[in-house]
Structure formats: structure tokens, C-alpha cells
């Protein structure tokens, strides 16, 4: 059974950085691409970073509301998938998730319990 949890999150002043942490177990991790959303009070679960699996070269992608201040990357050896946050926003405030994605970008597990990132003004 894939298990997910995340981790990392907290309270900090715009501008500033987060590392987020995607622990993983219960699947072949790196042949798996895996992304991180973002769900905000009051709106949809967004993806907001992906990175491929290892047979497609670990391939990184982003939405523009992050794109140049978040950076996605992964340790097949640890089976854990991280998210850098650089120059935080409030608008980042958000329940952040991860998940197996598929083809089309899908979640594919069960949501883990998600960490919060607040971002204050």
C-alpha cells in the first residue's frame, strides 16, 4: 500500500524559504513521477510541481505562480521527493501535498495528511 507523508512546512515571513519533504513507501519510487499541490482555504488542489521518473531522465516542471522560486527534486535512495520554496509570497499559504502523478498528471494515491505553509505579510 503507498504510503505518503509530508513534512516541513510552518510559519514564515514573506521572502523567505521552506523545504518541504515527500517521504514515500510502499512503491518502486523512482520509476514513479511525483508532484506537489497546494491547496489554499476556499479553493481547488492545484499542481504546482512535478518531476519525472527516473526512466524519463527526471524531467521538472512547474506552475507559473511558482516557476523561478520553487525547485522540485528527488533521492531514488531515500525515496523522498523535496520541494525548495525561495521568496515566499502570502499567496503560497496553502496546504501543501505530494502524490504519484499519472500520465496525465492525475493523483494516483491516497492523500497523506499534507503540511501547512503559512506565509505572513
Known amino acids: 500500500q503507498v504510503q505518503l507523508v509530508e513534512s516541513g512546512g510552518g510559519l514564515v515571513q514573506a521572502g523567505g524559504s521552506l523545504r518541504l519533504s515527500c517521504a514515500a513507501s510502499?512503491?518502486?519510487?523512482?520509476?514513479?513521477?511525483i508532484g506537489w499541490y497546494r491547496q489554499a482555504p476556499g479553493k481547488q488542489r492545484e499542481l504546482v510541481a512535478r518531476?519525472?521518473?527516473?526512466?524519463?531522465?527526471?524531467?521538472?516542471n512547474y506552475a507559473d505562480s511558482v516557476k523561478g522560486r520553487f525547485a522540485i527534486s528527488r533521492d531514488n535512495a531515500k525515496n523522498t521527493v523535496y520541494l525548495q520554496m525561495n521568496s515566499l509570497k502570502p499567496e503560497d499559504t496553502a496546504v501543501y501535498y505530494c502524490n504519484l502523478l499519472s500520465p496525465r498528471d492525475g493523483p494516483l494515491a491516497s492523500w497523506g495528511q499534507g503540511t501547512q505553509v503559512t506565509v505572513s505579510s
Open positions: 510502499g512503491i518502486t519510487f523512482s520509476i514513479n513521477a
Open positions: 518531476i519525472s521518473g527516473i526512466s524519463s531522465g527526471g524531467i521538472r
